[in-house]
């Protein structure tokens, strides 16, 4: 018979309250060194699901804390998503530019691709520079950078030179090493299983 079986419930929420004040004080030990206050360069990549959707909740979470928000999408067109129709109720807070015309399989035209991606691009830096931002989301950046529809020097150079305070997100699958390099957070999401695969179609409240 374990310890814990032998003690009364007082005695177990006794040793409970002192182990959690232990940790307690090491993570405020451990805070107590995170001085450094940034703008976070946020990378989301993998084959997984919801790479775009974290950086949504980003964009709400900001939004909530009365920060200003832009959006370009650099492969989406203006697709009728759950998101936008949120975003858009904070015209002041949250700018969205839906600049891509789909997925290269789709328009199977590299110059064409190439245009959106410059025009989209331009938009980005415009934002990136604008004092007036918080966050700036990259949406399917990692898509374009793969199709090498952008020179990634460049690219990496505007991240690396943003204003000190900004928070830019990236997401797509295949991010770029350089990229993650100069990343603060990388999150990479994983593919377990997927509705798709069995047939499911896309669900609203679930890809859009």
């Known amino acids: 018979m374990s310890d814990k079986e032998n003690m009364t419930d007082e ?31 946020i990378v989301h990549t993998g084959k997984g699901k919801g790479k775009s959707t ?13 920060m200003k928000v832009g959006l370009v999408q650099f492969v989406k067109g203006k697709w009728e ?14 700018v969205m530019k ?14 064409r691709d ?12 415009e934002m990136i520079n604008d004092p007036s931002y918080n966050m700036v989301i990259l949406d399917e950046l990692n898509i374009v950078l793969r199709y090498e529809n952008l020179p990634l020097d460049e690219v990496i150079d505007v991240l690396q030179n943003k204003p000190e305070m900004l ?29 798709f695969r069995s047939g499911v179609k896309a669900q609203v409240g679930i890809e859009f």
Do not use: Y
């Open 11 to 41: 005695e177990l929420n006794a040793r409970h309250a002192e182990k959690m004040a232990k940790k307690k004080a090491a993570r405020d030990k451990i805070l107590a060194t995170k001085t450094i206050e940034k703008g976070l360069v």
């Open 54 to 66: 974290a950086a949504m909740g980003l964009a709400v979470r900001a939004i909530g804390n009365g």
């Open 81 to 94: 998503t759950g998101e936008r129709k949120v975003l858009e109720a904070f015209p002041d807070l949250c």
């Open 98 to 111: 839906a600049m891509g015309e789909g997925f290269s399989w789709e328009t199977q035209d590299r110059e």
């Open 114 to 125: 190439i245009a959106a991606a410059r025009q989209a691009w331009d938009a980005a830096k």
């Open 167 to 195: 928070h830019v997100a990236v997401t797509g699958r295949n991010a770029k090493d350089e990229l993650i390099e100069i990343a603060d957070l990388v999150t990479e999401m994983t593919q377990i299983k997927h509705p």
